[in-house]
């Protein structure tokens, strides 16, 4: 199915290979709404933007599409800018996440902060090619000291 979670899924992981990261995980968004991509982003560096962020950039109406993101999106109840409190802000619907972030501190929370917020949350679309991408000793060449940027 050329339109469904596993094509545009598909897409965030191929967006996530093109960064040049090594210390942080490979992160892609695709963000479709009526069923056309209208963003996306990766994180080519650890200090640049969020891909969440990239894929929304210069979009003025974002409200009720859909976010493939590869790997749990970034979630600290401290942080107002971290990108799932920013979904829910934009009024994102639905929020596809390919496998769970590995950082304790991160993993399911964000899950759990969408669905309070009512987006609906999705996870595991193509979670072993996920998994895959972010722990692969053969695509992470650097030792992983911050889990923290996506």
């Known amino acids: 199915m050329k339109n469904g979670d596993d094509y545009f899924m598909q897409k965030a ?3 996530a290979k093109r960064s040049k990261n090594k210390v942080n995980l490979l992160v892609g968004v695709i ?11 990766y994180q080519n560096t650890r200090e640049g933007q969020h891909a969440f962020l990239q894929a929304i950039e210069n979009i003025k109406n974002i409200q009720n ?11 600290y109840p401290e942080d107002k ?8 802000q934009k ?8 496998t769970n972030n590995p950082d304790p501190e991160v993993s399911g929370k964000s899950v759990i902060f969408l669905k309070e917020h009512g987006v609906g949350v999705t996870v595991g679309v193509l979670g072993e090619k996920c998994r ?5 000793p053969e695509i992470r060449t650097a030792k992983r000291t911050n889990l923290r940027y996506n």
């Open 91 to 98: 009024g994102i619907s639905r929020c596809v996440i390919g």
């Open 132 to 136: 895959r991408l972010i722990m692969d």
């Open 31 to 41: 963000l479709v709404k009526e069923g056309k991509i209208i963003g996306q982003g």
């Open 13 to 15: 992981l191929e967006l």
């Open 81 to 88: 800018f971290s990108c799932t409190r920013i979904m829910t």
């Open 65 to 75: 599409s859909t976010v493939y993101i590869n790997i749990e999106p970034c979630f």
